[in-house]
T-cell receptor
Framework: AQSVTQPDIHITVSEGASLELRCNYS??????LFWYVQSPGQGLQLLLK??????LVQGIKGFEAEFKRSQSSFNLRKPSVHWSDAAEYFC??????????????FGQGTELSVKP | GAVVSQHPSRVICKSGTSVKIECRSL??????MFWYRQFPKQSLMLMAT?????????EQGVEKDKFLINHASLTLSTLTVTSAHPEDSSFYIC?????????????FGDGTRLSIL
């Protein structure tokens, strides 16, 4: 069955420290992978996406993610966290193997807190 | 970048009222839109997939007569919560997928906070 797991419900990092948010997926075909960020009371903003090609993808706001097929992972990273990065982060998977027009499966989300 | 507008952002109404939420893709044509429900501190739960010009596809457990979806144009989908009750209070979010392939990302509206008294 298709699924997305974000093992960390809540992470706290110091401002300026590096960040890695974990995402593991289970998918029966070539996955399309996404990271979204959600600020309180708002919708989701796309940070980055992976479809094919280079397994290290760059996104907005200084984020990057690396696709590792052997580990079924798509971890999100940022070298230096800013206080404004505090938000909820969702990993999602979709693709041709998940029929009905591009539905996404979302992970449970990771809440990021940034301390001064 | 692709912009999706959702309106209203917040609704407070009495039990038994029907509430309509609009989702518009402002700078692209969306043949497919999605409606989600999100409970506090939880992930998004897909309610239905809205296809322009055809009936919506509802996820298992979602009452189609309760949550009416209309996708009459390539830029507008609406969700109507009929005869809303307190248990329908939630955060509803729509998204629209850019055309040209399943690899295109979904772009999300800012959500609607629905509170039924």
């Amino acid at each position: 069955a298709q699924s997305v797991t974000q093992p960390d419900i809540h992470i706290t990092v110091s401002e300026g420290a590096s960040l890695e948010l974990r995402c593991n997926y289970s998918y029966g075909a070539t996955p399309y992978l996404f990271w979204y960020v959600q600020s309180p009371g708002q919708g989701l903003q796309l940070l980055l996406k992976y479809f094919s090609g280079d397994t290290l993808v760059q996104g907005i706001k200084g984020f990057e993610a690396e696709f590792k097929r052997s580990q079924s992972s798509f971890n999100l990273r940022k070298p230096s966290v800013h206080w404004s990065d505090a938000a909820e982060y969702f990993c999602a998977v979709g693709g041709a193997g998940f029929n009905q027009g591009g539905k996404l499966i979302f992970g449970q989300g990771t809440e990021l807190s940034v301390k001064p | 970048g692709a912009v999706v507008s959702q309106h209203p952002s917040r609704v407070i109404c009495k039990s038994g009222t029907s509430v309509k939420i609009e989702c518009r893709s402002l700078d692209f044509q969306a043949t497919t839109m999605f409606w989600y429900r999100q409970f506090p501190k939880q992930s998004l739960m897909l309610m239905a997939t809205s296809n322009e010009g055809s009936k919506a596809t509802y996820e298992q457990g979602v009452e189609k007569d309760k949550f009416l979806i209309n996708h009459a144009s390539l830029t507008l989908s609406t969700l109507t919560v009929t005869s809303a009750h307190p248990e329908d209070s939630s955060f509803y979010i729509c998204s629209a997928r850019e055309p040209a392939g399943l690899s295109q990302p979904q772009h999300f509206g800012d959500g609607t906070r629905l509170s039924i008294l």
